[in-house]
């Protein structure tokens, strides 16, 4: 009973009436003049037509976003990390460059940045070809220029042995200055939250005490992303692999050191990753496809003022056929519509990179002075 009462009082939960889910194309939402749109890569007959797991941050007053890149298929073994700069608040962006290249054993996805002082770090998620079940590492390159990079080392756990899974992509500073995250490990990909007091986020890393429901190869529970609540209590938001279409919620009130048994809210979820954070005030958002099935838009902004309640919805990106592009080319697992979204604040704006049917490299821009 007492349990039941806690998840009651701080399980997050969508308020009704905010989306209309009888409306597919937009929820019922309109967009509005402060956001804005910039494609950072469109592809080409000669370019790689597979791009998602778009990630972004600033160092040194210049935008990075990285992505994994692949000439057709998810996963190819050829799946290479591509990087651009923007030195204009992300109005313009540089010309993709590799960040990580495959070998002939791995290939390499996206798995975030860590800015810490002078030394911006980018994490590289490597995956062994061939290996059943499917399963990866987490390496690290860094950078004082954004330019030259170190060569790739492997992500330290606290007892110095390798992180033997693939970090989630936006891990979370606390006050204090720990990170907080999620790693999915071997075999195969088992979520549990991950943190560290390693500012660096290379090493230190310690598995949080946590109850995920094993599936086999994979967890019921992957793909988080995670945001605070005003008491310090640490959210942390699932997707969920067994067919619900509702985001799964844990809880932390040890800076992340054990964690609630997750459980199913109420806030409709394609099924796909989202992403989640709390702006300058405070205020917590996640991004996310919040639809009853599998269709991957509209691609929405859902904030709320205690972390409990969103009773906010913004529209970023809908499916009508004005805003979401046809598919290019075709490729192995190119799902229709805005994947896999994460966002950064940068200069009282949310940035927001996702990718367009799993080709095309976008990010939505929301000026946040306006918007609150």
């Not at 993709?96 to 798995?111: K, M, N």
């Not at 939250?193 to 290379?202: I, L």
């Not at 992403?275 to 205020?283: E, F, K, M």
Request: aromatic share 10%.
């Amino acid at each position: 009973m007492i349990l039941s009462a806690i998840f009651l009082i701080i399980l997050p939960y969508l308020s009704p009436g905010v989306i209309d889910t009888t409306n597919v194309e937009t929820l019922g939402l309109t967009m509005t003049a402060e956001t804005k749109t910039i494609t950072i890569f469109s592809p080409s007959d000669t370019t790689h037509h597979y791009a998602n797991g778009v990630v972004m941050t600033a160092f040194k007053g210049t935008l990075y976003c990285m992505w994994q890149s692949s000439q057709t298929d998810e996963d190819a073994p050829e799946t290479c990390v591509m990087y651009s700069r923007s030195l204009d608040e992300g109005n313009h962006w540089t010309k993709p460059q590799p960040l990580a290249l495959p070998t002939d054993t791995h290939y390499s996805t996206s798995g975030g940045w860590i800015v810490n002082g002078d030394t911006l770090t980018a994490f590289v998620d490597i995956w062994e070809k061939g290996l059943e079940p499917r399963g990866g590492r987490t390496c690290y390159l860094t950078s004082s220029d954004g330019e030259t990079w170190s060569t790739p080392q492997p992500v330290k756990m606290a007892n110095g042995s390798d992180m033997d899974g693939v970090l989630e992509q936006d891990p979370y500073p606390l006050p204090d200055g720990r990170i907080i995250g999620a790693a999915h490990f071997q075999p195969g990909l088992h979520v549990c939250p991950v943190y560290t007091d390693d500012p660096s986020g290379r090493s230190g890393w310690q598995r949080g005490s946590f109850e995920g429901e094993d599936r086999g190869k994979q967890s019921r529970e992957l793909e988080p992303s995670q945001y605070l609540q005003p008491d310090g209590t640490i959210v942390m938001l699932f997707r969920d692999q067994s067919g619900s279409f509702r985001k799964l919620a844990s809880f932390s009130t040890d800076k992340g050191e054990s964690w609630s048994k997750p459980v199913e809210t109420n806030i409709p979820d394609a099924r796909t990753k989202q992403c989640a954070g709390n702006l300058p005030d405070g205020t917590a958002y996640m991004v996310c496809c919040p639809s009853s099935g599998k269709w991957r838009w509209p691609l929405v902004l859902l904030l709320s003022r205690d972390g409990k309640e969103f009773n906010k919805a913004i529209l970023l990106r809908s499916g009508l056929p004005d805003d979401l592009p046809p598919r290019r080319y075709e490729g192995r697992y190119k799902t229709l519509g805005y994947s896999y979204p994460k966002a950064f604040v940068h200069h009282n704006k949310l940035y927001i990179g996702y990718s367009v049917n799993k080709e095309q490299v976008d990010c939505t821009v929301i000026d946040l002075t306006q918007t609150l």
